[in-house]
């Protein structure tokens, strides 16, 4: 079962007055084409508060409440991804949106891909959080 630095953390960590996981179900829509092309790919997660994302996307300088990547094949991808996103600190965390896309490369970016954003030719997909249950599904080329 593959995690994040984060939640180890979290699972070991006692005194942190907030730690919220969100566990975000990631798929392709069925009209969406997978990528064909061989290789690594990478999946990152975000979780922002609701009032940081906009139509789908989260405002220029929003930072996300947490993140999370993983290595995934297209095959994996068709079958659905789960993948916990976990915010540690100490606030509170108000209603999360998840912001999930679909990248060519290996899941070896810094701080668990909290300064990452989607690049051109990523597959999106945007959920709100509910119950720490998120249902993300990849359905368009970001802009």
């Known amino acids: 079962m593959a995690g994040s630095w984060m939640a180890l953390v979290a699972a070991t960590t006692i ?16 009209r969406e084409a997978l990528p064909t092309v061989s290789g690594e790919y990478r999946l ?3 979780s922002y508060s609701a009032a940081n994302v906009v139509d789908g996307v989260p405002v220029a300088h929003a930072r996300p409440l947490a993140s999370a990547q993983r290595s995934v094949t297209p ?5 659905g991804v789960a993948i916990d996103v976990v915010d540690v600190g100490e606030r509170a965390n108000d209603a999360a ?15 668990d891909a909290r300064r990452a954003r989607p690049g051109r030719d990523a597959y999106i997909g945007v959920a709100a959080a ?13 802009a």
Not at 75 to 79: I, Q
Not at 97 to 111: C, K, M, P, Q
Request: net charge positive; no cysteine.
């Open 15 to 30: 005194g942190l007055s907030s730690v919220q996981r969100v566990r975000a179900a990631v798929s392709v829509g069925a």
């Open 97 to 111: 949106v998840i912001v999930a896309w679909l990248e060519r490369g290996s899941a070896n970016l810094d701080f």
């Open 44 to 46: 990152i997660v975000q």
């Open 75 to 79: 095959e994996e991808l068709a079958r």
């Open 130 to 142: 509910e119950r720490q249950q998120a249902q993300v599904v990849l359905s368009r080329k970001s």
